[in-house]
């Protein structure tokens, strides 16, 4: 075995062994080789050539270098050295000055160090302690149960990324850390393009927002796609289920077993709505104000059940319409008023139409009394009045005469043109001041007006009825 002994020792191989530095038992230069059997204490050794040991070698000194010169090369050569505990391999220049670390084992943690080109920063490096990994940091975590992979960029607008990639199949994914121009967002990627430049799918920014198919998430959860589809699947006929809670309320919405859609309020442990597979929707809760409501522009609709009806009405002061084919066919206004233009039909089966079954016109007001003798006459006029129900005409007034001499058959307008035959009509004068033994009516001789006339006479004309006042009511149908 050979020992050497120095505050600094070194040892140098140059092609050949023909120099011994200091003192080898007298012996201060050897031109061939040399085989030592027993010990050589030296303070200093160069080798020029090649050297080897049979046995052991101990280096002993506060730091030892064992330097690998190669001479077909410039300043690329090996040192090994030992100092403050660690063992270093470095790469040293021709005159063993300038040195750069490339491996560092730390022998009292077991950690291991890889340099970058520099060799002034650990760019690869393993906690023996953590058991974990560093890339670009020595720093950590030291929680025995903790194992991890650190990567970090050291630069500003820096991306850590950690690349997989098949050359076979030209695939490739990504996990990457991106800070460039304040992104600072964890981001996946994966391509076929197999270069690095895989397309993102997914990151996750610095607010904790998920974000599928875009690189600006603005919510927790942003899908972002021509057709984005969210799914959750069963892989059987279990119960898929969607939980919406918060500090006040938890719901879910699933798929029971029958193909049924619930919604049901887990807080207070009750379905409360379901659309059955066959498309139907049903409310289970009879005894529940309110069940379903509709708020729009011009009044909050309001459906409800209990085991006493069913209502179906409007909270606000607006109206309740109903519309067929798009179009408006019946409306209640906000004071209770049915209006349906088209009518009620009564009396005939369910679902069926019949135009002789339905009512379809109601009025009632009062008329303006003009002559319709052709006289041109203005007449007093109280009472005028009349009500429509269907084609039923009833009208009633009180009218006086102006004074007059003509001879023309008196005759006053009607509020609706009457049919054209006078069976359908009818009439009476109940008050007269014309001839008070004398009972006159009233009757619709013509599609426009009322003609008065003796029971059982003829016609009275205008010059007849001359100042004189009557009261009369006629009923009639409307053409």
């Not at 790469?91 to 022998?107: F, I, K, M, Q, Y």
């Not at 970090?152 to 199949?169: A, K």
């Not at 695939?171 to 121009?181: F, N, Q, T």
């Not at 892989?235 to 029971?256: A, G, Q, V």
């Amino acid at each position: 075995m050979a020992t050497f002994n120095n505050g600094e020792s070194g040892l140098s191989v140059r092609n050949k062994l023909n120099t011994i530095i200091n003192k080898v038992e007298g012996v201060t230069s050897i031109d061939n080789d040399i085989d030592i059997t027993g010990t050589l204490t030296s303070d200093g050794l160069t080798v020029d050539g090649g050297a080897s040991f049979s046995g052991g070698a101990s280096f002993s000194a506060a730091a030892i270098n064992i330097d690998l010169i190669e001479t077909n090369v410039v300043d690329e050569n090996t040192r090994f050295r030992q100092n403050a505990g660690n063992l270093d391999i470095q790469t040293v220049d021709d005159s063993s000055s300038l040195e750069a670390t490339r491996l560092r084992v730390d022998h009292s943690t077991g950690d291991i160090s890889f340099y970058d080109s520099a060799g002034s920063s650990q760019s690869f490096f393993w906690d023996a302690s953590a058991e974990s990994l560093g890339i670009g940091t020595t720093s950590l975590s030291t929680n025995s149960i903790i194992k991890e992979v650190h990567i970090d960029s050291p630069y500003t607008n820096g991306l850590s990324r950690l690349r997989l990639s098949s050359s076979v199949e030209n695939l490739e994914a990504a996990v990457g850390l991106s800070g460039y121009l304040g992104e600072d967002a964890l981001y996946f990627a994966i391509g076929s393009s197999g270069d690095g430049s895989a397309t993102e799918r997914m990151r996750i920014d610095s607010s904790g927002n998920v974000g599928i198919g875009t690189s600006s998430p603005s919510y927790e959860l942003h899908l972002s796609a021509a057709n984005p589809i969210a799914m959750v699947e069963s892989t059987n006929s279990s119960e898929p289920e969607l939980r919406l809670k918060n500090t006040i309320r938890e719901w879910t919405n699933y798929i029971d077993t029958s193909g049924n859609l619930i919604w049901r309020d887990r807080t207070g442990s009750a379905e409360r709505m379901r659309i059955t597979s066959a498309g139907g929707i049903e409310i289970p809760n009879q005894n529940a104000i309110n069940e379903l409501t509709f708020t729009g522009t011009e009044f909050t609709n309001v459906l409800s059940a209990s085991t006493s009806g069913f209502q179906l009405g409007t909270t606000g002061a607006g109206y309740l319409s109903f519309l067929t084919s798009n179009s408006e066919a019946m409306r209640i206004d906000g004071s209770g008023h049915a209006i349906i233009p088209a009518g009620v039909t009564l009396g005939t089966a369910v679902g069926v139409y019949a135009a002789a079954n339905t009512l379809d016109d109601y009025e009632e007001g009062t008329w303006t009394i003009t002559d319709g003798s052709g006289a041109g006459l203005s007449f007093t006029v109280q009472d005028n009045v009349y009500t429509k129900v269907g084609r039923l005409v009833v009208a009633s007034a009180i009218i006086t005469w102006p004074s007059t001499s003509n001879t023309s058959a008196a005759r006053i307008v009607l509020p609706f043109t009457s049919i054209p035959n006078n069976s359908h009509s009818g009439g009476v004068v109940t008050e007269q001041n014309w001839n008070t033994s004398v009972t006159l009516t009233a009757s619709c001789n013509y599609t426009t007006g009322v003609v008065f006339r003796q029971r059982g006479g003829g016609s009275l004309n205008n010059a007849d009825l001359s100042g004189k006042k009557l009261r009369f009511t006629v009923t009639y149908h409307a053409a």
